[in-house]
């Protein structure tokens, strides 16, 4: 698993002109006082294992400062009122990493858990990061839910949250089948060993990283019903996800494919419900599987007519190939045949190749969540990072529409967002 922040949520709350802001940081401050004293591993850092050899690069969680950094930044005089990024339904592309994020996507301090209150003219922005390493968006989830219902307790009206200690118990995810066959895993390859003059690992001479952009996309549940239609696909979720694998693997290739040049998509699956006994839907750690799809001939993939339902079903054959009996303990049991498990790596570039990463959020309740007097968050966004080769979806909308995020480079964008294909589905929700 990537050493990153992957998870980093920003939840949009209005503030009535009366409210005494110095009281919701209070409260918000006390809500997540109480529920680190319930969960005390939030205040700590990630790393090393003790005892163990650094090259294994095993970690742990270790003692922090203390506590978790929790700020408070008034960028009232910086970003654009609450009012008006509602009525631009909360545009991301101000809400960069520096200004409203406690932590970058990859940094060398390593807490378990940062937050950031952002105070703008009308609301407050609420950024919080999990480390990846420590737990998935699931676990983050359940975690936000502690702090909200603990932050209702101290404006007075409900009592403080504990959470289970079985939402700590990772014993289903230490039992393994054991494994070394690495040819049955064709979402793991084995990384190379680095050469001995890491000059050689360096970028060509002259070569400059092209400019990236991330736009996001909002489907109507009538959209969503016509997308799973025109795909032929099982579930929603397969009808998203292949419609952005063929138009961005489209607008990536304005000119005919090679014959031989493929693309795969790898995206996360909750496995809570897969490992025997089951984990409880409340695990806190990190309990996320790579599945990736079967590479497709791109020419196939992005052919106008049949390129959508073809990565829809190829998909659906991804996932249910993790349903199958004992694929989790084998994969267990796989990343444990080596001294460091980051000798395995997914077999997918997304980031400026031919792949792409997809992940889901959309069964995230973070949106249903109260917060004492602060109410529930009318917006969800996260800090704005141009990239490539990515599709998220975010938590559920009201009435069951759904939001994407997607990167890509400047030009392949414009591309695809300018196809008559995506334009018929996508266009009517674009946001900046």
Known sequence: MPRLYGSRWILCFPLPADVDKAVIFENLKKGLAYTIASIPWLSGDVGPEVGSDPKDGRLQVVEGKGGVEFICKNLSSILPSYA????????????????????????????????QANLIEGGLLLTVGLHHSVGDGAAQDFILETWALNTTAASGSNSFTKYDPISNDRTPMIDCIPTENISDFSEYVLAPTPPADQTSMAAPVGFQMPPMTSKIFTFSPATLAALKIEAKAYSTNDAVFGFFWHHMSAARNPSPADDTATSAALFAVNIRGRTSPPLPQTYLGNASFGSLTPRLPIISLTNPSSGHSLASSSLRSALNALNAPSRVPLTIGLLSSRPNAQDFKFAARGFLGPDITATSWADIRVREREWGILGRPEGFRVPYEAADGNATVFPRLEGGGLEVMCCLEDGAMERMVGNEGFVKFAMAGLLK
Do not use: G, H, R, Y
């Open 84 to 115: 008006e990024l509602k009525k631009d339904n909360f545009t991301f592309s101000k809400l960069t990493t520096p200004l409203v994020s406690p932590l970058q996507v990859i940094q060398q301090a390593q807490p378990v858990f940062a937050a």
